[in-house]
T-cell receptor, first 114, second 110 residues
Framework: KAGVTQTPRYLIKTRGQQVTLSCSPI?????VSWYQQTPGQGLQFLFE???????NKGNFPGRFSGRQFSNSRSEMNVSTLELGDSALYLC?????????????FGSGTQLSVL | TQLLEQSPQFLSIQEGENLTVYCNSS?????LQWYRQEPGEGPVLLVT?????EVKKLKRLTFQFGDARKDSSLHITAAQPGDTGLYLC??????????FGKGTKLSVKP
């Protein structure tokens, strides 16, 4: 079956703009998590959605938001972009988001803020 | 403060050498996962260790979970160029998301 699909793969924006990233999980997976990856900080958890509800949230400002649709597809939005938001944004899906479940990651969206 | 410290940060070795990378924390985790990430791709799960003292083998890779469930190691025997990548450990706590270390970037030269 198809893996986790993230679109777009690359994105270039300027400061102050907003951006929406999309993630289609593996069919049948109901949990979608988002991570930000930078060379300096590594992978940092943004939030997790399950059955259209945000179930868990990391320590990111309110400019970072997300949502999940009834088909489990998820989007994340970043408003008022800052230079420091340049990063690889990874989405991961799992069946139910339980503690020891295997996470399946997409290839990510590389966001550059100029 | 990084909850999971990985060492070394970078490692460059010749094909055929053995290596060990470490993942340490002052916190107890209910389980620990190891991932490998190649350039331009997302991380791929290699193994999950759950029980303190557990050892798991995956071909030339040996994973160990510390007795106190605070640390883990990954040993690679006879490394090959295909082992090149970023190795990430991630700890699961009683509730909430996975906590990732910053990773060990491994380069295996032919």
């Amino acid at each position: 079956k198809a893996g986790v699909t993230q679109t777009p793969r690359y994105l270039i924006k300027t400061r102050g703009q907003q951006v929406t990233l999309s993630c289609s999980p593996i069919s049948g997976h109901r949990s979608v998590s988002w991570y930000q990856q930078t060379p300096g900080q590594g992978l940092q958890f943004l939030f997790e959605y399950f059955s259209e509800t945000q179930r868990n949230k990391g320590n990111f400002p309110g400019r970072f938001s997300g949502r999940q649709f009834s088909n489990s597809r998820s989007e994340m939005n970043v408003s008022t972009l800052e230079l420091g938001d340049s990063a690889l944004y990874l989405c991961a899906s799992s069946l139910d988001g339980l503690r020891n479940e295997k996470l399946f990651f997409g290839s990510g969206t590389q966001l550059s803020v100029l | 403060t990084q909850l999971l410290e990985q060492s070394p940060q970078f490692l460059s070795i010749q094909e055929g050498e053995n290596l060990t990378v470490y993942c340490n924390s002052s916190s107890v985790f209910s389980s620990l996962q190891w991932y490998r990430q190649e350039p331009g791709e997302g991380p791929v799960l290699l193994v999950t260790v759950v029980t303190g003292g557990e050892v798991k083998k995956l071909k030339r890779l040996t994973f160990q979970f510390g007795d106190a469930r605070k640390d883990s190691s990954l040993h690679i025997t006879a490394a090959q160029p295909g082992d090149t990548g970023l190795y990430l450990c991630a700890g699961a706590r009683s509730q909430g998301n996975l906590i990732f270390g910053k990773g060990t970037k491994l380069s295996v030269k032919p």
